[in-house]
């Protein structure tokens, strides 16, 4: 072939379309390719892992006050308040070295009692009936539990009675709900302190030692009924 033969078509090509150029593009495109595979995959995985590690978002629970029960019911923060008095005047008591020191804690409790009652009513107490009955002419009497050692309630007979008028009539509004109770109900009620001769509550007690330890106030009851549970 002469120098002045025109050379075969495929060398006129651009440089771009020539096989030794097209190979090493083609090679680097197919790298390129499969690093952005790889880094995408990579992506995917972490981003499954950080979601599957991050803890599922917690619903704020609206916080549900509950009312604590006792086995006496629910005490109001007056009632509360009594119980504390005589349970402190307690403590005092038993530690007492000589009967005058006895004497005048005892005193004194009851007339933190009275100051506390005011015109010695109470509302809406609760406790737990110890005793339910009749007396000889058909009036109920009763002794409610209010804390361990702790109790109010009426004579039980006409004779300790007489004055005090403490014993529940059939006539009265709330008799027939002592008719259906029995020891252990837990009941709310209302009623008076009546005031005593030598301290300022009345006691149903025979002795101020019983008085001391294991107080019995007489009352005269407006209200008893059943507390629903």
């Known amino acids: 072939m002469s120098e002045n033969e025109i050379k075969p078509q495929e060398s006129k090509r651009p440089w771009y379309k020539k096989k030794r150029f097209l190979i090493p593009i083609g090679f680097l495109f197919l790298i390129s ?120 309630k009426t004579w039980n007979n006409a004779l300790s009675d007489i004055g005090d008028n403490t014993l529940i009539s059939p006539s009265s509004s709330f008799f027939d709900n002592l008719v259906a109770m029995s020891e252990d109900t837990i009941v709310t009620w209302s009623g008076k302190f009546l005031s005593g001769n030598n301290y300022c509550l009345k006691k149903a007690n025979l002795t101020n030692v019983f008085y001391a330890r294991d107080p019995q106030f007489i009352v005269k009851f407006s209200n008893i009924k059943a507390t629903k549970g």
């Open 33 to 152: 390719a499969l690093t952005s595979t790889a880094e995408e995959s990579e992506t995917n995985k972490s981003n499954s892992s950080s979601s599957e590690s991050s803890p599922a978002p917690i619903e704020s629970v609206e916080e549900v006050e509950t009312e604590e029960y006792s086995e006496y019911g629910i005490y109001s923060d007056e009632q509360k308040e009594f119980i504390e008095i005589i349970e402190q005047a307690t403590s005092v008591i038993r530690d007492a070295e000589t009967e005058l020191q006895e004497s005048v804690a005892l005193r004194k409790r009851d007339d933190d009692l009275c100051a506390l009652l005011g015109d010695r009513t109470a509302i809406n107490w609760t406790g737990k009936i110890t005793e339910v009955g009749a007396n000889g002419e058909g009036k109920a009497h009763v002794e409610i539990e209010l804390a361990d050692n702790i109790r109010v």
